[in-house]
């Protein structure tokens, strides 16, 4: 059992007796004294995709949902599905593109690294890791001299995702990204 203060993003719970993934959290605190703090969650049904939004107090607990990870290499795209390969037993299974909008501009071909998430001997969903190393294959020349300047500017990723990167970069740069949130992190260490 987690308490609704113990929730946080991608998170699996049991909501109506189905696991859900927590998308997104908005803590509201109280204005008045004695008002408990609420925490409103958006959660995505991992077996059928609906999205719900619910509202907790911090005392107010959820199950975890049971299910198993297994690691997974993401091999390619096929139309509107994913192909991915079982790690252990090298067995390929497909899952929906479209209920992955999330994680497919941090994924790339033959990707290791990744876990499904399994109900009932059913993949329900994907789990990429929090931070991923990706190439710069397009963006404006890197202007020397502008490292210590905040200034940033759009560069597309080998994924063809865009991000906001320092000005001072240049293509053919692999960088770290956070899929959480799809800030630029810093320069991959190669």
Do not use: C, W
Request: avoid cysteine.
């Amino acid at each position: 059992m987690v308490p609704a203060k113990d929730f946080e993003k991608r998170m699996v719970v049991e909501i109506d007796g189905q696991p859900h993934m927590i998308e997104q959290i908005h803590v509201q605190t109280p204005s008045a004294r004695g008002a408990a703090t609420l925490y409103k969650i958006a959660a995505r049904n991992l077996k059928t995709r609906s999205r719900v939004e619910r509202a907790y107090r911090g005392t107010d607990v959820l199950p975890e949902s049971r299910f198993e990870r297994r690691p997974v290499q993401y091999l390619y795209r096929d139309s509107d599905q994913l192909v991915f390969m079982d790690e252990s037993t090298y067995d390929q299974f497909t899952l929906p593109a479209s209920g992955m909008d999330e994680q497919i501009p941090y994924m790339t071909e033959n990707m290791a690294g990744l876990e499904v998430m399994v109900v009932d001997d059913e993949p329900i969903a994907i789990q990429i890791p929090d931070t991923v190393d990706l190439l710069i294959v397009d963006t404006a020349p890197g202007v020397r001299g502008n490292s210590a300047t905040g200034r940033t500017k759009p560069a597309k990723l080998s994924t063809g995702h865009t991000i906001q990167v320092p000005e001072h970069l240049d293509q053919d740069i692999i960088v770290r990204v956070d899929t959480r949130t799809g800030e630029y992190l810093g320069r991959a260490n190669n």
